[in-house]
């Protein structure tokens, strides 16, 4: 797990804090590897499901860590261990198992986003559209050979991806508050320019469905 910008941090506290609100009421407890900080797993069995979260990095920086991860989630495909992947680690296991990333053509993608699920993936029971908090510059543009994309938007084509049965991603940010995408969008105003940023704010309103995607992973 990576950590937040430094300007949101005030807003939640470190990112674990997100995932402790996201599976509130819920029976779950959460280990934090920090693989960007050279930690891996000891078993991949440690955990019932493993989760690669948002980070600030592109999955297609030159950083040992990125190769790291990518090693991971190709173990955890052989081994048919329970994987999730969001924003950045959507895109890492994209990148991991052959698909390619870049910076989208499109700018980038914030605020409350609707994505529709398009395809029945085994396990994953989620609704027709699904909405989500994205902050993200990157995107999947091609999909790996062996990945059926679930979930799309008018913006994210490749917005989800699975796996098999029991490996799956998301574009945007389940864990995500409209209170911390407001901290987050607000530092970078200058990067992302003023119109789209005001835009995005007028968002974050809408309804979420952090909570169903909550429930699907805790189960």
Known sequence: MCELPEASLSVHGPYL?????????????LLDVPVHLGDVPASLADADVWIATGSPASV?????????????VRSAVAAER????????HQLVAQALGGRVERASVGWGIGIRDYS??????GLRLPDTVSAIA????????????????????YCPNAGLAVGERMWTMQGHPEFTPQLAQAIYAS???VIGEHAVD????????????RSIADVIAT
């Open 117 to 122: 699920t398009v395809a029945a993936v085994p």
């Open 199 to 210: 835009h995005a704010m007028t968002t974050l309103t809408r309804p979420l469905s952090n």
């Open 135 to 154: 902050s993200h510059q990157d995107q999947v543009v091609v999909a790996p050979a062996d990945a059926v994309v679930w979930s799309t938007s008018d």
């Open 60 to 72: 297609y920086d030159d950083l040992p860590w990125i190769a790291t991860g990518e090693e991971l």
């Open 17 to 29: 804090r997100l995932f402790e609100m996201m599976f509130d009421g819920r029976d779950v407890e």
């Open 188 to 190: 970078r105003r200058s």
């Open 82 to 89: 329970p994987f999730v992947g969001i924003c950045f680690g």
